[in-house]
């Protein structure tokens, strides 16, 4: 079964960028999306970002302008540039391989990774 692997979480300063990687062992992605969520503590995971196989994509409204999801398909990698991060962000990313139905709900997704913490300080 292919496992998908976060990677690039980290600590940034309010205002600064950070880039994350998702990839896969086991096996490449089977799905023509993929997505990015988040969640913070406390709170419900929230849609980021989703791309599909041929490029298009989809944002949350709180991320559109600011975070650029790409796909890289020889490497196998689907990567979510974050800029001008702000605090309230600060929250567990997960990648995940859609399945069905609507691009920006988590139960359209059946494989997701472990997760990478992002935190972004005041």
């Known amino acids: 079964q292919v496992q998908l692997v976060e990677s690039g979480g980290g600590l940034v300063q309010a205002g600064g960028s950070l880039g994350l990687g998702c990839t896969t062992s086991?096996?490449?992605?089977?799905?023509?999306?993929v997505g990015w969520f988040r969640q913070a503590t406390g709170k419900e995971r929230e849609f980021v970002a989703a791309?599909?196989?041929?490029?298009?994509?989809l944002y949350g409204s709180s991320v559109k302008g600011r975070f650029t999801i790409t796909r890289d398909s020889i490497k196998n990698t689907v990567l979510l540039q974050m800029n001008s991060l702000n605090p309230e962000e600060t929250a567990v990313y997960f990648c995940?391989?859609?399945?069905?139905?609507?691009?920006?709900?988590?139960?359209?997704?059946?494989?997701w990774g472990q997760g990478t913490q992002v935190t972004v300080s005041s």
């Open positions: 995940a391989q859609h399945r069905a139905g609507p691009l920006y709900a988590t139960q359209s997704y059946d494989s």
């Open positions: 086991g096996g490449t992605f089977s799905s023509s999306f």
């Open positions: 791309i599909a196989r041929s490029g298009n994509t």
